[in-house]
């Protein structure tokens, strides 16, 4: 069964920085590649950033680009992401997911506020 566990999240004021992480079990975390997903309130789930199997080809949405940097660690199974310079707009729900597979976790509340 697939469980995928974020954590990390929290309040934060405009400009600090906050490092998510997830934690993958019940399938084979290094024959696939990751992505970190967002839902703010309102809005439709969006991507925000993907890395391949083994973590050496990264993309990210344009509106996290430079900021926002997505790794993993293919021997704890761990996807992690660092978010710095958030802005107010970053406020959302961010999901770990699988590429290819339909699973999602239960998401973490990340709120930029002054």
């Known amino acids: 069964q697939v469980q995928l566990v974020e954590s990390g999240g929290g309040l934060v004021q405009p400009g600090e920085s906050l490092r998510l992480s997830c934690a993958a079990s019940?399938?084979?975390?290094?024959?696939?590649?990751m992505a970190w997903y967002r839902q703010a309130p309102g809005k439709e789930r969006e991507l925000v950033a993907v890395?391949?199997?083994?973590?050496?080809?990264?993309n990210y949405a344009d509106s996290v680009k430079g900021r926002f940097t997505i790794s993993r660690d293919n021997a704890k199974n761990a996807l992690y992401l660092q978010m710095n310079s958030l802005k107010s707009e970053d406020t959302a729900v961010y999901y770990c997911?699988?590429?290819?597979?339909?699973?999602w976790g239960q998401g973490t509340q990340v709120t930029v506020s002054s």
């Open positions: 997911k699988a590429l290819s597979l339909g699973a």
């Open positions: 019940g399938f084979s975390f290094s024959f696939y590649g």
């Open positions: 890395v391949n199997r083994i973590g050496g080809d990264t």
